[in-house]
């Protein structure tokens, strides 16, 4: 199903999402931290788990579509993450799940009614979110959750993203990437509300 290869990229790019940290707040006459240190600043901030928002745009062959979903990232104790996309697909409703824990991938797709399960070290990775090489310091933008630092990298698979990260606390705010597979921005708006993931019962997944 074409649909469902194209969410394989999303995965991909999507799994090694991050949450936040601890940073020393700026004033206007302060110069800002360097692109490395800004991308860094999300590893030490004092965050357990964080809810986002996604928007994403897939193309895969001839069919292209636009879906949305959010999802929570826990960063203590373990890191762990979730999210749930939804579109439409020639007037179908679709909707695709997906769980990432331990090193262990669940995927949960329109095709699958029990959770396909993988292992990958590149994609089943919440903590590298904001890691990346090349950086480039873009600025200061105003958010609405406040002044955040914006920068420009490349991730582990060369493709490059933007992230914004809170200039007070170190805490991600937004992350966007774009490839010609796929476009996404995953927007942080809630933190340490309690958010909790875990695996799907053993019942529920694929032999």
Not at 121 to 144: D, I, Q, R, V, W
Not at 157 to 180: C, E, I
Request: glycine fraction near 8%; charge should be neutral; hydrophobic fraction near 40%.
């Amino acid at each position: 199903m074409g649909v469902v290869k194209a969410l394989a990229w999303f995965v991909l790019l999507m799994a090694p999402l991050v949450a936040a940290a601890c940073g020393n707040s700026t004033d206007g006459a302060t110069r800002p931290p360097s692109a490395a240190e800004i991308l860094n600043k999300p590893y030490t901030a004092n965050v357990k788990d964080a809810h986002f928002t996604l928007l994403a745009h897939v193309v895969s062959g001839n069919i292209a579509f636009d879906a949305t979903g959010d999802g929570a990232l826990v960063v203590k104790p373990q890191q762990a993450m979730k999210f749930t996309m939804l579109t439409t697909v020639g007037g179908q409703a679709l909707k695709f799940e997906t769980i990432i824990i331990g090193g262990m991938e669940y995927a949960l797709s329109p095709d699958n009614p029990r959770w396909t399960v993988t292992s990958s070290a590149s994609s089943s990775n919440p903590s590298s979110m904001f890691k990346g090489t090349s950086a480039t310091y873009l600025g200061e933008e105003t958010l609405s959750q406040g002044k955040a630092w914006h920068v420009q990298a490349k991730d582990a698979q060369n493709n490059p993203f933007d992230a914004w990260v809170r200039q007070t606390d170190g805490y991600p705010l937004k992350y966007a990437s774009m490839t010609p597979a796929l476009t996404f921005t995953a927007t942080f708006d809630r933190f340490n509300t309690g958010q909790t993931v875990s695996a799907p019962p053993a019942s529920d997944i694929r032999p």
